[in-house]
């Protein structure tokens, strides 16, 4: 009878235990900072500068989640974490939500139990070779020895790609970006691959960036975004919403050298104030400050700003927006409508 | 009143469990387990809890799924469409070869550096020292990254093997290439008719075997030494060569050429193994250097001075008298390193090399996310090596360890003394008992026994582990419970009465008795054995399987087993 009331009590200590993590959202209030999870080092996306502040694409995405809850981009923790500890990092509660080139996939969604929130980048897989070896298609790679980092999805669609186009290859599995570039500039394989955006990245720091080709075939659809754990949907809605007011923002023409007069009074675009909550009560509906959104915009930016500022055209990265341009600018970038 | 007042009533009170010195100890003990049980079921029932509340389930399923991913050393079969277990077994044989080359050039190299350090040159002394010290005190994750930085950034790509103006060549006679992605170095091609020489081979090994104990009785009963070893060694190398002379040359090899992007052809071996074997087999040598050094240190310097006075020469002195009693104080530390060597060997992750943390609790965890399973899976083949490590190694050791004339080798039941009234009385030698000595025998019906039991365990692997996966095949993980635990627990059995077997343990008996009932059991829950040899069927490999163990247990219960010395008794006058 005493062991079965003992065993009970601990039964239900451990339960609650389980479930006291939910609450993302007030626990990250509580605590004042957002922990978020990034890559180790991909230049644009996620890196420190030389002032040792996380910058790039991802990083400031994830400060807009900051500035969303505090009006201050600031208030944020980043873990850098590889392809297979990003996801324990999110299960275990070590970060509050990952900014991390990483894929929204079905298994992940659900057996993994993350959620995704939406798409910041719309990618594909690429392969990456010294313009030395004459190669100019993907299915001339017969024999290569191929760099991959280990725990992601480029591994599996590799896999199928060469399986598919009956040729073979040496996989050489590696935990970090900074890892893979190292040994594929010694030569130690003959190709790297990854998300496209990602090898442009890397290849933009190369000493001689023009001596190394992105070979034309795209094999795969990897549409990277934002992760929270699965089941807390209201810190799921922050993180969605945050994301869909960066490309709202580009939408309306709101950036951050006029979304402080923007938002300082309601204009005659009902939806523009909607989003800069000079109208309704949408800040509180997400549990967050009425001007949450001119927050965002004024420390980070719009979405297309962020963009431009880190891996845009005019950058050393020089990607273009392709896909990622707004649906009204033959993109497929298109938020749901703030109402 | 009347109970206090006799002590010899059936009087029992309940505060005699902790009072009373009779049950106190049993009482503590019962109360400790209870306490053990709730702790293990508190934190069983917890991970349960906690895996519910994030929505998991605990679960095999996912192992019998295609893996989907590549792994670049594989030993057997396997594609990206073969299962998460099969990749697991891929996994496994990784570590077990970096486990199994790391501990034979692990010993090598402790053995030299052990016995160099107690050298008189001077030189030579402090240089292993230095070897010595220096690597034992690096961690030795940073000596197998420094290993693999050396061989990726040292070692010139294949492409700088190219053409013309090629920067970089092969060795000895354009056989051996070393580049930034692994060795490359010729392969044996076995054309028509080099069976004949493999088997030349082995029937020259067995005898030269039997030659060395026919010539050791031979000393014991005329004091006349041969030759041994260049004989065996003579007649082996000359005899195999013959016959490989007469069969045509079948054996040619292949050597290592630049195609494409890589080499092709060859033996291909990987800087990330070459890394890590290197890198642990220097570190664990060390080690066991230390072990060697005290080993023979432990030896009295009268023992060396006894056996010059017999008139023993050095190497002999060595041989026959140093090191038979070193080994008793080297072995014991020596399974630890064996066993550190293989649980080191999981730092494979960091070079990359797909060992069984890499495939089984690196992306099949990673692309699955069954933490608990693939760990629990993993730690279950570590523990399985260790423990299976450990066991050889303890009866080893119970073979070379000190001899004391009190020391019988008694040891509480035996399925043996059953049939005390059969086989007649037998009396337990003791160790270093005269009478031991004529029961070394030189041609033991033991060898059968051996490869009885080694051809058993090997097929059962086999079918378990490695065979294709088919409709009458399905993977382990659906199996019936009743036929999982079969096989474990035959894989079990026949292990342990191999190693005993070997090692000639007395519990050699028993054990074989328990692996006959864990057959019958395998047999009782439909076990496939019809499965297990191709174009044998099921009743005939049980009624073989049942009557060689019959007969092995029968002859070592019964039989006048004049080479049976594990048995280590004899049959009273
Ligand atoms: N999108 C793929 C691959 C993501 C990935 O690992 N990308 C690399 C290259 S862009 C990366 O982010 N590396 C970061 C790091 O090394 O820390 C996935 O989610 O599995």
Known sequence: MKTSVFLGALAAASLTAGLAGAATLDDVKAKGFVQCGVATGVPGFAFTDASGEWDGFDATMCRAVAAAIFGDPKAIKFTPTTGKTRFTALASGEVDLLFRNTTWTLSRDTDLKLDFVGVNYYDGQGFMVPKALGVSSAKELDGATVCIQTGTTTELNLADFFRANNISYEPVPIETNAEATQKYLAGACDVYTTDASGLAATRSTFEAPADHVILPEIISKEPLGPAVRHGDSEWADVVRWTLNALIAAEELGVNSGNVEQLGSAATDNPELNRLLGTEGEYGAMLGLPKDWAVNVIKSTGNYGEIFDRTIGPDTQIGLARGLNALWTQGGILYTPPFR | MSDTAQPSGPSFRIDMLWNDSRYRSTFIQIVALVLVILAVMYLFQNVVENLAALGKTFGFDFMTQPASYDINQRLIEYNSRSTHSTAAVVGILNTLVVAIVGCVLATIFGVLAGVARLSKNWIIARLMTV???????????????????????????????RGEDATASMWLGDSVAATNRGFYFPMPVWLEGSFWVVVAFFVLLVGAVWFGRWAKERQQATGEALPVLPIQAGGVIIGTFLVFLVMGMPITLDFPALKGFNFQGGIYVRNSYMALTLALSIYTGAFIAENVRAGIQAVSKGQTEAAFALGLRPNRTMNLVILPQALRVIIPPLISQYLNLTKNSSLALLVGYMDVTGTLMGITLNQTGKEFETLFLGMAFYLAVSLSVAAIMNLYNEQVKLVERTSAVGMGFSVIDLFSSVSGKWEVLKKGDAKMQPLYGIRGLLNLFVIFYAVSLLLLLDYTFLAEITETRPSYFDWPGGKQIATLLMLLTLFSTLATCL??????????????????????????????????????????????????????????RPNLTFFHRVRRA
């Open chain 2, 503 to 560: 090692f000639k343990n007395p519990r050699f008996i028993d054990l074989a008795v328990f692996d006959l009932l864990v057959f019958i059991f395998a047999v009782a829950v439909g076990w496939p054995f019809g499965q297990l040899v191709e174009g044998v069927s099921g009743p005939v490999i049980v009624l073989v399987g049942i009557a060689a163990r019959l007969a092995i247990i029968g002859y070592t219960i019964v039989g006048e």
């Open chain 2, 131 to 161: 070897y010595i010290e220096g690597v034992r005190n690096v961690p030795v994750l940073i000596q197998i990254l420094l290993f693999a930085a050396i061989f990726d950034e040292a070692l010139p790509a294949p492409s700088a093997f």
